[in-house]
């Protein structure tokens, strides 16, 4: 288990002026944590702050825009990224889930404040107001197009929204618990939900209906994702042929991350289980690397790599604290993950 550099939240605005100080800390399992500062002490001719560490910890590459501090006691470098904008009035509360379009150009986010908003990537200009869940919305995204959100709530319903004039043109109506996640499949002729009810559902937009119950776990299922399986993988035969309303679930495999500590793989068109791998904890989040590899990511904070084809063991399994995984995001030859802490 490695350990866990870390530098307060808002680093880069209280080294933003002369003199300014943000704190450090390192933290290995099972040995008291090292706390030391970082200071700013001017600027180079270059623009660049000038940045000394405390005892115990070392300033390496300084740009505009990120700091590398290593410990050496531990063994252990981290580089830290400041935010190129931070948009802070589009919601009054933490914000729980969000997207950005295919293009780039919009944002959609759901906030615990109630309220879930469309708003230009670009600035933070607040575009629609998008209402109609009776309690919190859990998850939203964006279709391909980029001019349709789907959303999911407490309320067991999902919806689907114009991104130009804010109006729900459809919802759904089955899950017997508030829907967690939802998946897009393919060009979003259909999409997938799941639930707190322990059910995964596969819907048909064009004529808002439920054409199947994909799982029944018996537990909630807190995140799913859909990818292209690898074509080594038995996805399984259908028990009846597949309506004429399923476009593009052939070939795909659909993710579930289970509170009951179990990751499952079911074959998206045939319903039947690919796999089950069992975890530490709840698992909170899945996705796909490619056809092959796919991550998981825990309540008690760690992230599992599989491979598909034999989920007998991890290939890897990351743990940088103890804090829940909550998200987590292909990016070029790796990932982002997100923590509750």
Known sequence: MAATLRIQSDWSRALSRDEGEAWLSCRSPGKATLYGSVTRRGLSSDGVPDIVASEGFVVGEVTKKSILISCPHENVSTKFLA???SFCRIHQKSITCLDISSGGGLGVSASTDGTMKIWQAANGEIRRLLEGHVYDVNCCRFFPSGLVVLSGGMD???????????SCVVTFKGHKGGVLDTAIVDRGRNVVSCSRDG?????DCGR?????????????INGIAVGTADSALNLG???????????GTEGKILLLAREDKKLQGVGLQSRQPVFLF???DAFNCCTFLSSTYILAGTQDGNIYQLDVRNTNAPIQVIHRSGAPVLSLLPYRDGFVASQGN
């Open 237 to 247: 035969t259908p028990e009846k042929p597949p309506s004429e309303r399923e476009v």
């Open 208 to 220: 808002s209906a439920c054409l199947g119950v994909l799982a029944d776990c018996g537990a909630p």
């Open 156 to 166: 067991a319903q999902l919806k689907i929204w114009s991104a130009e004039d804010a």
């Open 278 to 280: 069992v975890g530490s």
């Open 199 to 203: 059910t995964a559902r596969l819907w």
């Open 83 to 85: 935010p190129y904008t």
